[in-house]
């Protein structure tokens, strides 16, 4: 039975993460411990048999890609696909404002999936972007794909429910944690005698931490 697999891993932490959170700005870059968790992730993966990086192209995702390579000597593309969730602009009179995630103004019109804010990206916009990505797996087994917490919890989201996945279910993508340089492996099997509802992508592991310990 044939098998392939893809490596997902978010960008290594950044100085707007280790003072306030999460992080929309692509002038935001690696901190030193950042750094140092993208090289130990690239030292983990060494003997995974990763043939190629695959990352979002802002700043804090390249950089971990570049420190991750400097192990593994793969080639490197980016995706713009893979960049983080567009939040609403902070407008002075918008009916939601940056400091309301994503999450909570999706999920509250889960009824209209195109709907959105402010410049920011609807749920349906981002799962076209999801969709786009799942499906270019097939053609590349072996990759390491460098993303975003929100992007990965809806790349989560819909390996789990597939089609059904909605604003609706938006809430449950945090039992999904997403850790500064953690990695995770997906395994494909095109066929699952008694199980074809969940043929396809699987997660094999999710959000590996331990070559973080110390940083």
């Known amino acids: 039975m044939e098998e392939k697999r ?8 950044t ?22 968790q993208a090289r ?23 950089e971990t890609a570049d420190a991750i390579n400097e192990t593994l000597g793969c080639p490197i593309e980016e995706d713009e696909r893979l960049i983080e969730i567009v939040p609403p602009g902070h407008l002075e009179d918008a009916p939601e404002r940056e400091a309301e995630h994503w999450s909570v103004y999706m999920a509250r019109h889960a009824d209209d999936q195109d709907y959105a804010v402010g410049g ?21 087994d072996g990759a390491l794909i460098v993303s975003h917490a ?25 039992v999904f944690e997403v850790h500064n340089a ?6 494909h099997v095109a066929l699952r005698a008694g199980y074809a509802a969940s043929e396809g992508w699987s997660i094999v592991t999710w959000m590996q931490r331990d070559h973080l310990d110390g940083t």
């Open 6 to 13: 893809v490596f997902l891993a978010r960008h290594g932490q």
């Open 15 to 36: 100085f707007h993460n280790a003072a306030a959170g999460e992080s929309y700005v692509d002038a935001d870059r690696l901190s030193p411990t950042g750094r140092e």
């Open 40 to 62: 130990r992730l690239g030292r983990l993966l060494a003997s995974r048999g990763v043939t190629t990086v695959v990352t979002s192209p802002l700043a804090r995702a390249r």
């Open 120 to 140: 920011a990206e609807s749920f349906a916009a981002v799962m076209r972007r999801v969709r786009g990505v799942v499906d270019s797996f097939d053609e590349r």
């Open 150 to 174: 929100g992007f990965l919890r809806f790349v989560m989201g819909y390996l789990t429910w597939g089609e059904q996945f909605s604003p609706a279910t938006l809430p449950r993508l945090w």
């Open 182 to 187: 953690g990695v995770a492996e997906l395994r």
